[in-house]
């Protein structure tokens, strides 16, 4: 049985790292809140914005725009968003599993976050590029990121763009989603589409949604100018960047929520640990104090 002045040290050990991890958590939890609210506000005008691009598919020809040009995918460029720290679960494990069961040949990455460019460098990918971003971007912070990836795409260089991030469900549950942004097609604006990948045997994503009849009506009743074509090429572009953003904001929301939950996990381990050892602590004080009372008794016995 370890010694008592041993139990003691790994006791005000685990304390002391319990209240690191409570702060940890607090501070989590007040950046989650924000987070949260900045990726849910989001939503709503993501949502008007693709009901006025499926009334403006309706009305032109959606061909003739080179971000709606389906071609033969020889090569794919993914925006693989992860965090720059760790201490979030397996948030970044489970996007970046996702990740090594892409083709190493067909296809090259823009990442956001350390943890994406560490792995990429480790496993020998080829990343185009890598980003810094903060807690919470702007949006003109991200659009050089959407920019980049759709100038890879006009210029013939990839055939597709694809984004892989932890998609935020709530605060318990963040999972990793693979969907092509590029080419848009019908199915994309009318809703989110997912990706399936090898051991998904479900959509990840949560869609967005038809709009309802009545939206749709209203919408349908709208006058474009100077005309519905020139709208569309002004409004595809200005889609692709926000799409990028509104992931980007989903992806610090995921974050923030895997680091407090992560981090109350440690804290209430801590603290189960801390009674254990308390309880070890006692035992073992106990242990030594009935040794020296029997050893007092031998001696009188002894000296009887």
């Not at 097609?185 to 959509?203: F, M």
């Not at 990840?204 to 074509?229: C, H």
């Not at 929520?257 to 004080?285: C, I």
Request: proline share 5%; net charge positive.
């Amino acid at each position: 049985m370890p010694n008592t002045r041993d139990i003691r040290r790994r006791i005000k050990s685990v304390k002391n790292t319990a209240q690191i991890t409570k702060a940890m958590e607090m501070v989590a939890a007040s950046k989650m809140r924000r987070a949260q609210q900045a990726a849910v506000a989001g939503r709503p005008y993501s949502e008007v914005l693709n009901h006025v691009l499926v009334s403006l598919r309706d009305r032109v020809d959606a061909t003739e725009h080179p971000l709606l040009e389906v071609r033969e995918v020889k090569k794919t460029l993914v925006l693989l968003i992860t965090s720059d720290k760790g201490l979030c679960g397996a948030l970044n494990t489970n996007v970046l599993r996702d990740a090594s069961q892409l083709d190493v040949d067909a296809t090259e990455f823009v990442v956001i976050g350390k943890k994406g460019a560490s792995f990429l460098a480790r496993t020998g990918r080829k990343m185009i590029a890598d980003f810094i971003l903060p807690d919470h971007p702007t949006f003109l912070q991200t659009k050089p990121i959407s920019k980049l990836c759709m100038e890879k795409f006009l210029s013939g260089e990839v055939d597709k763009v694809t984004v892989l991030y932890p998609q935020f469900v709530n605060t318990l549950v963040q999972k990793p989603v693979h969907l092509g942004l590029l080419p848009i097609t019908a199915e994309k604006v009318q809703g989110t589409t997912a990706i399936p990948l090898p051991h998904h045997s479900e959509s990840a994503a949560v869609p967005a949604g038809p709009a309802s009849a009545e939206a749709e009506q209203a919408i349908s009743e709208y006058l474009f100018e100077p005309s519905s074509q020139e709208v569309l090429h002004a409004i595809l572009p200005y889609y692709f960047h926000f799409e990028i953003f509104q992931k980007i904001l989903d992806s610090r929301a995921s974050e923030q929520s895997a680091r407090m939950v992560a981090m109350k996990a440690a804290t209430d381990n801590a603290k189960g640990l801390v009674k254990d050892l308390t309880l070890e602590y006692n035992k073992a004080r106990q242990a030594g104090i009935t040794t020296e009372l029997l050893e007092i008794s031998t001696a009188q016995m002894a000296l009887g």
